[in-house]
């Protein structure tokens, strides 16, 4: 604490992200990464933007980028907007859209950094609980709101919510912005990217971070209708006129238009994920269905924080949430077939 | 403007960067670009970062970068942060010391995106006129403040402060925060980051965009006491985790290690900067005094922004603000000594 910090810097309880060891001695299942590597072309475009080049500056509208991701889901390039990975492009989207007179809604288990964000901007919000299996049911979000988020499939509960409640709570709720938070729906989900046509509130937001591969780039990017999209180029161009650096953007293109093995490598995620989860099921554990590149389990004949630390002296990072009602699960990131095979015999090994 | 708007993002006026042309058919003096390539160690770094690592997080705490910018300026790890260009390192710094009761104070002419961080975080603020010779007088300012801000040297005027009243302003200003902006500092300028440790208020914030030629990568940093640092942490933590890149922290790294390209790079940039400014004086033309990249001039024979659109014409981009007092100057990036033969040229041409 000091006295020169301003009283929101003060209140903040800053969001703790997942372990990152400097080392490489552990399977690392703790922060959702993907278990292969980015597409070929993705690092072949990087390093040929490797040069001159680099002193000058990115192109600040990012248009190539645009353009391929519109290409991609057949939108117009101004319903894209991008940024320097998802959190950047929440960030900025609550202050454009969420700063309002009525408090905003999310699942009270949810991603944590919605609570973080709600605090650095002055945001007032409810926090609406799960079902009792885990699930966001969409018709408790029906108060006069400022705005509503919801990650799709939640997180860290991997649960997917088809395109229908979705559809239903846009329709009802379209006096303020609905955000989709889509880091994880190329796991099995279907995308709400095809309804912003319709809904001029609809904001959906999607990451590089896990189904390209491209965690270490820091790409973002939100899709919606023009407007949404130019309140947050607004908010953009007064905090940052330049977050996306000329390797990100170079990669970035060519991680989109590899179709091919995009597609490959979210089936083998997947498949490995259906493998996993049987072989947890025979042992016993309680298995939230998951539709993302994670599984949160609720361990059986051991304690989940105990899970955790005894999984770490073994070298598996997973991640553990020290707080009720979840603290008796792990999320545990889908990695290669190998990694899950380690998992699982450590598992066996330790409750043995 | 829209009804999903949040009231800040209405009433924004965004910063508008230099114009970034697509095609390279502009000797563009426009954005203080540096005229030369990074250094080949930071190519290198990047090439070899460029690989299925980028499939992890990079690491949140840039510990690296951290640690080579402290070896660098003789300093600690923990003096130094680092973030997304320096315009990201600028507006976390605004929110975690500048939201304040009362007013912070800049100079009435000064980096326009100032003001812009003002609007987005809700900062009251006093802009304090420059002297008659377009000069910052730190004894101006006097006034009970929230904190104060200031380029060293000022842009877009390029006129320098020496360190001695620097430091009387933080010996009788130690109530709130001063930043020291030192964009252009090393292209003449001696750094106030040596004050660091006298005074725990003292904030310096730096770039890789011009003296390390590397616009393209986004990185800038802020070094200054371990508390300050802290706040700044916690700001950064509750907007994005991992504002940097694999790869920019591995470009940005060589580019610190890199000494000699660096001392040879902005000594090349200083004697082309001389030479420019003897030509355009013979030519009638006034120049306010300039320890930066870039040159604030005023034309003898033609209106500025006459000639800003004419040498537009020419494919020569200058960049030249429309706001009165500054509307009768141009700022004129210095470029390679042959870019700045081709302006020369072509102004004599224009005025003939």
Known sequence: MSNYWSQIIRELKPYVPGEQPKENLFVKLNTNENPYPPSPRVIEAIVKAADSSLRR???PNCEVLKQAIADHYSIKKDNVFVGNGSDEVLALSFISFFKQSQPILFPEISYSFYEVYCS??????IRVPLTADMGIFL???TQPNGGIIFPNPNAPTGKLLSLDPIESLLERNNESVVIVDEAYIDFGGESAIQLIGEYANLLVAQTFSKSRSL???????ALGSEKLIEGLERAKNSFNSYPLDRLAIAGAVEAIRDKAYFRATCKKVIKTRERTVAALSKMGFSIVPSM???IFIRPAGIQARELYTR???EKILV???DKPPIDEYLRVTIGTDADMQTFIEKIKKIIA
Chains 1, 2 share one sequence.
């Open 57 to 59: 500056y990115p192109d």
């Open 120 to 125: 650095i901007f002055e945001i007032q919000n």
């Open 139 to 141: 018709e408790d979000y």
């Open 215 to 221: 965690a270490g780039l820091r790409v973002g990017a």
């Open 292 to 294: 993302a590149n994670f």
């Open 311 to 313: 999984l770490k002296d």
């Open 319 to 321: 991640r553990y949430f």
